[in-house]
């Protein structure tokens, strides 16, 4: 009898042990900090849901927090606050790509797997990085589309968010070659760029001085979603016809688009960013990646993504296409971002 009640017991076991298994998922147990620019950037704020969403698929769980500064220093403060609290993984948009790149490569000495996901940590600090496009892409698009609305004719403009974020400032390079060496281009005069630190207000009175140098402004391409409701609103309070065009959220730009300020903005889905490079982290914190070109891994239901060769001298990971907002797609979109 006693014999029999091992058996059973231990085929019992085994089901447990059996179904357990089958329900075990490649994040869990994982823990993931996620850093992002700024705080409260409802740019961010969307990226949270792919984060949530992957979380949800592959059991890992994870916290998120930028600095309110927007600021170098401060992302640095938040990383050391990670390492210490022993994460697994940093998945990080950088306000500086070469700024963060010690703090990384500590954390990466201590085993922690380093992801940058929207704006790029430099190639020597990361594992990986996650992007919605090539910078060149994404820049010879925004000039396309403002070339177009101002009839490839007269003065432009780009009112971008900083200097020295990574994103920002390949996506500037990126318009400014395009210009000087595509002769469609030859009759738009780049007047320069100018900075609004990815602040609302600062985008605002940035845009104000602009034009008030440059009267005869004929478009200002605003690749910065804090930036871009800012400019369009600057332009309708003075009642210029300038036009606008930039990667926005489509709940900040209906207005502007129905207005006619804007013919079309452009934005990848920043929850997919999320998604995607969580599905990055997990991969290289078990080993099925590496990041090295040709790595492949499934992005859940993003399916297989293969890392690439970026156009900032290090491996990318591509999200895929641009959503463009104009007045007959940006209602499909204003409730999601
Ligand atoms: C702002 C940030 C972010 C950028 C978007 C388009 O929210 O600068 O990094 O990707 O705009």
Sequence with gaps: MKKVLALVLAALLVLTVGSAMAEAKAGDGLYIGVVYKQSGNPYFQAS??????AADELGFTFDHDGPDDGSNDGQIRIIENFIN???????????????????????????????????????????????PASFQQVGDILLESIAKSVNYEGQIAILSASATMGNQQYWCAAIEKTLAENEAYANLEYVGTVFGDDVYDKSFTECEALINQYPDLKGIIVPTTNGAPAVAKCIQDHGMSTKVTGLTLASDMKEYLDAGICDETFLWNPIDLGYVASYAAVALINGDITGEVGDSFTAGDKGEITVAAGDDGGNTIFLGELNTFNTETVGEWVDIL
């Design 48 to 53: 949270i849901n792919g984060f949530q969403k």
């Design 85 to 131: 609290q022993g994460v697994d993984a940093l998945i990080i948009s950088a306000n500086d790509p070469a700024g963060l790149v010690n703090v990384c490569n500590e954390a990466r000495d201590a085993g922690i797997k380093v992801v940058s996901f929207d704006a790029p940590v430099a190639p020597e600090g990361r594992d990986a990085d996650v992007e």
